[in-house]
């Protein structure tokens, strides 16, 4: 289905003894429009017709991955079967995850590729001293492409090791401190025990560390079939000065050679300017794949946060690439307990992000982040949890056109949820309610956030104590409708599997303008009403 129009129908007639399981294959026909998510509704029902299960999945019919990513990651690529490795696809597949970046899997950061081109490693350590198998990667990459997943290589853009002279990368290339050259910027990792004591750190703007940078990744890419580079910076670092002694903007640095990467290297580029630090450039400036961003509570804090960030991405996108945030919930319970992620924290982070156009990199081969270190131990995703992201997952793909991409517009207008007026913003105690539209479509869209009863807006809820909301029931909606309604929609992710509902309304009007009310089914933590003209 698309929203309430179906596409496509199959029925098969089957035998099912008690406790038995079996497959039934279906072909699905779909229309060949590009960019277009559909619902897949499965249901049973026995030889009185009466309804025993039913489940829901989805499909993304897209040319290019780049409008609707759904971004994940890879850290462990020790020597494994390619039985092994298709088992950890298949999970990320199963969230319909369709991008992955492989993250601290290259030699060193000045000299990605172990050995030569014609001669490459069969194995190697990383930063951390991790195994890499040579087999195993390129398996990987191979069985990604198989299931329409690109891969990126991790790397950061200004980065080299203790040694860097023995590679040919000269100090002149250098960020520093003072304008006399003689403190060079660095990443300490020096409390760490790894194979450097600290990341050196040179200047994207320079041409030589440009042509150096382009060079070794040409090589790396000449072995492993990545199909881009993910690039990495580290925030604002104070007062910087190239070796001349003149001050550098740096992130007014990155632009040049991200586009020489795309354009030299023929490859594709993902940049993270940190919590912001350089977003705009990267807007204006950069041939991107996606727009990709690491927050940290410093900047981004709260709920309402997350969604301001996505909205500024969405005004210079027009919804033409996807928006990506990298954002490591627990934080500090991994830190300190340890045990499982929070269930309340994540589903609220995640309804904030999808609602608001974006998607989570959170999920890969060791399960969620809790951290920038993706590779460390993390917390545990427990069985509740593992249910409910596979349901935000396919809620993502299957209204993936009322969530993103291009046409959507946001408007300023009230609604009430039992006479109470929603919130503006992610204000505590209320629900909050933000609307767009799709005029193209003529579809209004107004996105419910059940935060009447959770005990902060802070996403990142760091030692996991995000209360489960109490679920709001049967409760009276009325909406100021921008769009004239000829039917009213519901769909959650909590709720019936994220099946789309169609339910009884009334227009009218008065004094502030035409609206509709509507009983509202059903609001845990997160409730799409789809109004259509």
């Not at 026995?46 to 990513?69: G, H, I, Q, T």
């Not at 060193?108 to 991790?130: I, Q, S, V």
């Not at 940049?271 to 940290?296: C, I, R």
Request: glycine share 6%; hydrophobic share 35%; aromatic share 12%.
């Amino acid at each position: 289905k698309k929203l309430a129009q179906t596409v496509d129908e199959h029925c098969s007639d089957i035998s099912l003894d008690a406790q038995q399981a079996i497959t039934v294959d279906f072909q699905l026909t779909l229309p060949l429009v590009d960019y277009t998510g559909y619902a897949v509704e499965v249901y049973l029902y026995n030889n009185d017709d009466e309804l025993l299960d039913y489940d829901m999945s989805a499909v993304d019919v897209s040319s290019d991955w780049s409008r609707f990513p759904r971004y994940g990651y890879i850290t462990n690529i020790e020597e494994r079967t390619q039985e092994e490795s298709k088992e950890i696809l298949d999970r990320l597949r199963k969230h319909h995850i369709n991008g992955l970046f492989y993250y601290d899997i290259i030699d060193r950061h000045d000299k990605p590729l172990a050995g030569t081109r014609d001669n490459p490693a069969k194995e190697w350590k990383t930063l951390a001293y991790h195994n890499v198998s040579y087999d195993t990667l390129n398996t990987m990459i191979q069985i990604g492409h198989e299931y329409n997943i690109k891969s990126f290589v991790y790397n950061l853009i200004f980065g080299a090791y203790d040694n860097y002279e023995e590679n040919g990368v000269k100090k002149e290339w250098g960020l520093f401190k003072d304008k006399l050259h003689n403190e060079q910027d660095a990443h300490d990792l020096s409390s760490l025990n790894w194979e450097t004591k600290k990341l050196w750190i040179f200047n994207p703007a320079n041409k030589n560390w440009q042509d150096y940078y382009l060079d070794v990744h040409k090589d790396f890419l000449a072995v492993y079939d990545f199909d881009g580079i993910q690039v990495d910076s580290l925030g604002h670092r104070g007062d910087l000065y190239d070796y001349d002694g003149n001050k550098v903007a740096l992130n007014e640095t990155y632009s040049a050679l991200l586009n020489r990467i795309r354009d030299e290297l023929n490859t594709k580029v993902i940049f993270n300017p940190v919590s912001g630090y350089g977003l705009k450039q990267m807007l204006d400036e950069v041939d991107y794949d996606v727009a990709y961003m690491e927050v940290w509570p410093g900047e981004y804090k709260t709920y309402n946060s997350l969604k301001a960030a996505l909205d500024k991405i969405y005004r210079s996108t027009k919804g033409e690439r996807g928006s990506v945030l990298a954002a490591y919930m627990n934080y500090k319970k991994r830190q300190h307990q340890g045990g499982s992620f929070n269930t309340a924290g994540v589903n609220f982070t995640n309804a904030v992000i999808m609602a608001s156009g974006g998607s989570h990199l959170e999920l890969g081969d060791t399960g969620m982040l809790s951290s920038e270190y993706y590779p460390g131990n993390t917390l545990k995703i427990g069985e509740q949890l593992e249910k409910d992201l596979r349901n935000y997952y396919t809620f993502m793909v299957a209204y993936e056109n009322c969530l993103r991409g291009p046409g959507l517009e946001e408007v300023t207008t009230r609604t009430y949820l039992n006479d109470d007026l929603c919130s503006y913003d992610s204000e505590l105690g209320r629900i909050w309610s933000f609307t767009k539209l799709n005029r193209q479509e003529e579809i209004e869209l107004v996105h419910l956030i059940n935060l009447k009863t959770a005990n902060s807006v802070e996403w990142v809820d760091e030692m996991g104590t995000q209360k489960e909301p109490e679920v709001v029931s049967a409760a009276q909606v009325k909406h100021y409708v921008t769009l004239e309604p000829k039917a009213v929609y519901v769909a959650s992710p909590d709720y019936h599997e994220g099946v789309l509902e169609a339910v009884d309304f009334t227009a009218g009007s008065d004094e502030k303008g035409t609206y509709v009310t509507f009983q509202l089914p059903y609001l845990k933590y997160w409730t799409m009403v789809v109004i259509q003209k």
